[in-house]
């Protein structure tokens, strides 16, 4: 039998919730964050967190509002963040975007954008425990198409650990408002942390299975969650066993009945069989399948969407760093190079070329992709922690240093995530 969750006071749960419907350089208004964050925060409150609510916020007001919630957070304490509105990816990275935002390229996400790993960051550096974030962000918005030719969804997050986070939809996946008042996935979650003792995870594995089922599989959250205790959004009996989900869990974890049964895979996985040549379900079960480490799983869905969408930059590059951490740094070169070929000065495969040329031995050559992509993102961490590992090893010690110690403060799992690569 599961323990019981611990319980939180109300002084020690916080939860800052935004709903962003007004944005300027969209043709109408979104119809769902507000009545989705209000419902949100009430059923919070009644659950007993001290909760900041915010709507159509600037860029400024975000930052108030979170500073509200990092000046309120103990050690110990239960943060949480609820996000609905548009969200973009860049430079491997999920940015919140407030509605003030003025966005003709990817520099200028990270310049106005709010960047969900940060958050979470400052949260875990302030001590709080728990930290769960929510964001229904996931919906073609009017920048990307400025600066992409694609919608690219949102980015899985390297989170502290202690960390429950859930998408509204699949990686790399959008989905568009259905015109109504409130949002299928909201609809979902208050039905599940309403549920006395249920645990976090499971109530959030239990919303994503609703949406699932709700929208015919054509809409599919992702969860990654690394929490080291339970938590129960209302506490109370158990009412089962705790549904554990690691955020990066080794192959040995995840191979099998686990990541077959896993809802996301299940779904994607109906949709294969219903139509092979479906290269957007492939692509997206490879993303999955790597982001739970079946890295030779992801690497046959990226091998066969490719086939079917032989320009897909993006699997080119996933298949690139599934490579590189398998060990096939041939294979991996090949496909950077290819990424690169149809997308020149592409941020993505610029650093994970960088990685496997790190790994290889090839430093002068990983010191030039870390290089380019610093110019284009001067704070890509992965390529700046990357460029202080070859200047370390290529002599320059001291500025090897600086690089690292650099990363470091922007992203304390750094060394984790190159550790993943095979590099430390």
Known sequence: MSPAAPSFAASDRYALVIGNAKYPDADTPLKEPINDARDVANELK???????????????????????LYNNIKPG???????????????????MIPVDA????????????????????????????????LIDASRRNPYERRFRSF???????????????MYSTALSSVVSDDGGDHGLFVQELLKQIRTPGLMAEEALNRTGAGVIRASNSQ????????????????????????????????????????????????????????N??????????????????????????????LRLDPKNVEAYNNRCSART????????????????????????????????????????????????????????????YGRGLARQRDGAVAEGNVDISNAK??????????????VH
């Open 151 to 165: 919608s690219a969804g949102l980015a899985p997050v390297i989170a502290p650990n202690g960390t429950l986070l």
């Open 325 to 384: 951490i398998t060990g096939d740094l041939q294979g991996a070169l090949s496909d950077c190079n290819e990424a690169l070929q149809l997308r020149p000065n592409f941020v993505d495969a610029l650093d994970s070329r960088g990685v496997l040329n790190l790994k290889s031995g090839q430093i002068k050559n990983a010191i030039t992709d870390f290089d380019a992509a610093l110019k284009i993102n001067p704070r890509l961490t992965s390529s700046l």
């Open 46 to 68: 009644r659950e007993g967190f001290d909760v900041d609510v915010g709507n159509n916020l600037t860029g400024a007001a975000t930052r108030r509002a979170l500073d509200w």
């Open 102 to 133: 003025h966005i003709w390229t990817e520099q200028d996400v990270r310049r106005d954008g709010v960047s969900l790993e940060s958050v979470l960051g400052e949260l875990n550096r302030r001590g709080a425990g728990v930290k769960i974030a």
């Open 219 to 274: 809409q599919v959250p992702w969860i990654s969650s690394s929490l080291a205790e339970d938590f129960a959004f209302v506490p109370g009996p158990p009412t089962g066993p705790r549904a554990d989900i690691a955020s990066q869990p080794s192959p040995a974890a995840t191979l099998g009945s686990s990541i077959a049964d896993d809802p996301t895979v299940r779904s994607l996985t109906e949709r294969i069989n219903s």
């Open 276 to 305: 092979p040549s479906d290269a957007s379900a492939l692509y997206r079960r490879g993303q999955v399948y790597a982001g739970r480490g079946a890295y030779s799983l992801a690497i046959n869905d990226f091998t066969d969407s």
């Open 77 to 95: 304490s239960m943060a949480l963040v609820f996000f609905s509105g548009f969200g973009v990816q860049a430079a491997r990275q999920t940015y």
């Open 409 to 422: 403060a922007m992203d304390p799992n750094i060394v984790k995530e190159f550790a993943s690569y095979g």
